[in-house]
């Protein structure tokens, strides 16, 4: 069996000619997206934006082989992201990710604890 790594990966891009439909329907969901609450990883993504509707992000949780690098993870999750704003309608300009592997991040502990 395949060793497994955890990614968290960030996608981040912004929204570009959104219609008057997919401009309504994202300002009656703000308050779900805005601030901390847009901001929880998990494998189905959660998107974080605020009223101005110009940059948004997506927080997802990708399993993968460590052999496959981060790259993989990262495409895996721009992937959903577009497979997300492309169900809704939410039309964007490119995206670009931000990949941290969980299980080779190094945690600085304080001293005496």
């Not at 997802?60 to 999750?77: Q, R």
Request: glycine fraction near 8%.
């Amino acid at each position: 069996m395949a060793e497994s790594h955890t990614y968290r990966v960030i996608v981040r891009g912004t929204f570009d000619a959104l219609t008057d439909a997919a401009r309504e329907r994202l300002l009656a969901e703000v308050a779900e997206h805005e601030g901390i609450a847009g901001m929880r990883f998990g494998p189905e993504g959660s998107l974080a934006y605020d009223r101005t509707l110009k940059h948004f992000s997506m927080r997802y949780v990708i399993e993968s082989d460590p052999a496959d690098g981060d790259e993989m993870a990262g495409a895996l999750a721009e992937e959903r992201a577009e497979a997300y704003l492309n169900e809704r309608g939410y039309t964007y300009g490119e995206l670009r990710s931000t990949v941290t592997d969980m299980d080779t991040m190094k945690i600085n502990r304080k001293p005496g604890r």
